[in-house]
């Protein structure tokens, strides 16, 4: 599970002084349920996830994932955690099979491991048809289940996601968002972000409206509708940001 | 530390070198045909150029033939020499390369040398056109034989010996061995060509794979993965480190078969004939000097890759230290600079100057050790250095 505690990133910029990219968040995320942080472009979604996945350390407050600390534990947490952005990019030169064979090895996972574990992701996934092809010949939707795979080959139980659909075109996303319930099922705990009103009302269990890095409301979808009196999510969100802006 | 990890990076960036293109065309296609055919390409064009101007007649003009009947004579009956007397317009054709010479006699020319009197010629010619020069040559030769005959002459008419006016004869004996001569010539040259060849090999993957993986965006998947920083550094430079070894022997392999083809530089049979003096602890001792050469270059060119934000800032940034770099190759290029004790302490100057007294068979230890430790330790600095930054965020996720 994820617990984040007043967690505050300040940036330094040479422009703008200090930039508060995330202020003072809290929430938990539970074992097989799917959080989703729900913003706009620039609302500290990439910045709060990147703190979860051990890349950036936070300037103030806690963040636990399955108990052991993002700063002081950091080789802790990656083992627990599967990181998966719509930046995310691939090895172009490298077929599927190899890309998952280095991180299976830089993920400390045996040869034998790998390969058990990696036959069981091209079947469920459907990528035997072009796991010895290289990424540069396969198409966007090939690549995004390669980048699936290589997010959930050693296991974990904490799944980081970023933005998954952006830049997917619809058929691809849904091929995302099916695997990101699929997560669910298998009781791992999912993080969400997205900036896409429709997938946080879908996938996510409890949803985090994050805007100008704070957290605004969070809830169920029920919760947050009887909290704003509001039926729709996108109305509810309007409804939050113009509060905080007023 | 786990070497596993780092042979897992360093497997996977060879890997992925081999695999582009762009390095295979900077590795083995630019040094084994390009070079070749460069260095060829230029010995021939030099020598059928050469070829071509000894063949051609030059023609001369000459102003006042008939102050030196003599002197004309003798330029006339040259195989190589065409005399033109009666021209106007000599200066003009001589500009525009018609003719390739002019040669003006005073009025009494001949008459003063025979009452034993100097007189003064005026040879013009165009030092920029290599025809004209060749004329410069043909006449001076002339002239000379002719200079020759009057000083007999007039020693002759004087009963005097000719040895009067040679007191003595200086004879001259080159006592390099040919391992020396091989040795000033490959030390001039190679050092150089071996600086330019590690930078160059290093760079494009160096900055690939720091730069490149940025930009990609796989640098966040390796940065979430189970592997340290430190680790992640290390196998990128060794790969670095490997590319750049292998093109710059290649390089010189290339090198190599281009000098050994004979018409190589100028047509000067390159260095065919010469005698090598490199045996196995020479080569030892010019690894040596390599190692943190190859080490320096590829950390540093790693550092700056990890900074850039993108591929092209990267390459922004290396420019000037290549140009930085060849100034420095350069400089070790240039004859009669020596080093003094603390200069050795400069990177790439150092090692270019040992690798020279090396291959010329000179040995100084501490020139060796000197250049060793400082390279390794800026080698080290450098290696420190890329893992730091590897271990900030504001470089890392810079936008």
Request: aromatic fraction near 8%; charge should be neutral; include cysteine.
């Amino acid at each position: 599970m994820i617990q984040v505690e007043g967690l505050t990133k300040i940036f330094h910029d040479n422009k703008r002084g200090e930039v508060i990219a995330v202020n003072n968040l809290k929430f938990n995320c539970q074992m097989g349920k799917i959080y989703g942080l729900l913003g706009p472009n620039g609302a500290g979604k990439t910045t709060t996830l990147r703190i979860l996945a051990t890349m950036m350390r936070p300037t103030v407050g806690k963040v636990k994932v399955n108990g052991f600390d993002v700063v002081r534990e950091p080789d802790e947490v990656r083992k627990q955690i599967g990181f998966l952005s719509g930046e995310t990019g691939l090895y172009d030169r490298f077929t599927p099979r190899e890309t998952l064979q280095f991180f299976g090895r830089i993920n400390r996972m045996e040869n034998e491991i790998i390969d058990k574990k990696m036959g069981e992701i091209f079947q469920a996934l459907d990528m035997e048809n072009f796991k010895d092809v290289r990424v540069d010949k396969l198409s966007t939707g090939m690549k995004q289940k390669l980048s699936i795979a290589r997010c959930i080959l050693h296991d974990p139980s904490v799944l980081i996601l970023d933005e998954p659909t952006v830049g997917l075109d619809i058929i691809t996303a849904r091929t995302v968002t099916n695997y990101v319930e699929s997560f669910k099922k298998q009781g791992k705990c999912v993080i969400y972000s997205t900036h896409i009103m429709r997938e946080a009302e879908k996938l996510c269990d409890v949803i985090g409206i994050i805007h100008h890095g704070k957290l605004l409301a969070q809830g169920t979808l029920k919760e947050l509708k009887k909290y704003s009196s509001l039926e729709d999510l996108e109305e509810i969100f309007f409804e939050l940001i113009g509060r905080e802006n007023s | 530390m786990n070497w596993k990890n780092i042979r897992s990076i360093f497997s996977k960036e060879i890997i992925g070198a081999i695999r582009d293109k762009r390095t295979l065309i900077a590795m083995i296609i630019v040094p084994l045909v390009f070079y070749p055919l460069l260095f060829i390409g230029m010995g021939y064009f030099s020598q059928m150029g050469n070829k071509k101007s000894e063949e051609t007649v030059s023609i001369v003009a000459i102003k006042g033939e008939e102050f030196a009947l003599q002197l004309s004579k003798h330029l006339e009956n040259q195989e190589k020499i065409k005399t033109i007397t009666k021209e106007d317009n000599a200066f003009a054709k001589l500009e525009s390369g018609e003719i390739q010479a002019i040669i003006e006699i005073p009025p009494q020319f001949d008459s003063k040398i025979k009452q034993r009197e100097s007189s003064r010629l005026v040879l013009k010619h165009d030092s920029t056109e290599v025809k004209s020069r060749v004329a410069q040559k043909r006449i001076n030769l002339v002239i000379d034989e002719y200079l020759r005959e009057i000083v007999s002459q007039r020693l002759n008419d004087l009963n005097l010996d000719e040895e009067i006016i040679h007191p003595f004869v200086l004879e001259m004996e080159n006592v390099a061995s040919s391992e020396k001569v091989a040795g000033t010539f490959l030390g001039f040259l190679l050092p150089y060509l071996v600086i330019i060849l590690i930078f160059a090999g290093a760079m494009h993957t160096a900055i690939d794979i720091t730069a490149g993986e940025k930009e990609r965006g796989t640098i966040a998947t390796l940065l979430v993965s189970q592997i340290s920083r430190l680790e992640i550094v290390l196998g990128k430079c060794m790969a670095v480190m490997m590319v750049s070894f292998t093109s710059m022997i290649i390089g010189l392999f290339g090198i190599s078969i281009s000098l050994l083809s004979g018409n190589a530089i100028a047509g000067s049979g390159g260095i065919e004939g010469m005698k090598l003096g490199v045996t196995f602890s020479t080569f030892l001792l010019l690894f040596l000097i390599l190692l943190p050469l190859v080490g320096l270059t590829s950390s540093v060119l790693v550092i700056v890759g990890i900074f850039a934000r993108n591929i092209k800032e990267a390459s922004s940034y290396i420019t000037p230290i290549y140009m930085l770099t060849i100034f420095l190759g350069v400089i070790s290029i240039s004859q009669g600079i020596e080093l003094s004790g603390n200069m050795f302490l400069i990177p790439i100057l150092n090692s270019s100057f040992v690798f020279k007294e090396i291959l010329m068979g000179k040995i100084y230890w501490s020139h060796i050790i000197t250049t060793f430790s400082a390279n390794m330790i800026i080698a080290g600095i450098a290696l420190l250095g890329a893992t730091r930054l590897f271990n900030k965020e504001e470089v890392l996720f810079r936008s």
